[in-house]
C-alpha cells in the first residue's frame, strides 16, 4: 500500500475484517519504513453475495 503523498506502508494490520455491509468502516494501522504508526480508514463501498468492495484513505 502506499500513498501518493507520502512514504510507502511497509505493514498494515487490521483488527477485524469489515463486516459486508455497505458503509461499515474499520481502523487499520499501517507501519512505514521510520517506525511510524498510521491509522487507515476503510470503508466498505458495496457488497453482494459474490464480493465486496472497500476503499481506504488517509
Do not use: L, W
Not at 29 to 46: N, Y
Request: net charge positive; with cysteine; hydrophobic share 35%.
Amino acid at each position: 500500500m502506499s500513498c501518493p503523498t507520502g512514504p510507502k506502508a511497509v505493514a498494515v494490520s487490521c483488527p477485524t475484517a469489515p463486516k459486508a455491509v455497505a458503509g461499515a468502516m474499520i481502523t487499520c494501522t499501517g507501519r512505514g519504513g521510520e517506525e511510524r504508526d498510521v491509522d487507515i480508514p476503510v470503508r466498505v463501498v458495496r457488497a453482494d453475495s459474490g464480493s465486496v468492495t472497500r476503499t481506504s484513505g488517509r
